[in-house]
């Protein structure tokens, strides 16, 4: 098993800057890829970034291209995600979460919240 715990959430202003962490521990041999979520109030969950781990190819949702950058340091078994630009409808409980396979993702953490004031 393994278990992720995010950090990093916040409130801040339209166009600033956040740096979401996600730590991840237990079986972290296993992990393909990793991820990020979010999903806001009535919304459902919907994906925002992953990364290949070992390899580091990257997927970006659409909406935040551009804006959002996802990385990871293998050394500390740590994923990231570097968002600038934000904007009131990035607002939302962010998720990081560990496939096993390109097929599934596997372990989710607690999720952390992102403001975005107008």
Known sequence: QVHVVESGG???QAGGSLRLSCAASGRTFSIYRMGWFRQAPGKEREFVASIIWSGGITYYADSVKGRFTISRDIARNTLYLQMNSLKPEDTAVYYCAVGRS???YDY???GTQVTVSS
Do not use: A, F, K, P
């Open 102 to 104: 390109i097929t599934n």
């Open 10 to 12: 916040g409130l801040v």
């Open 108 to 110: 989710w953490g607690q």
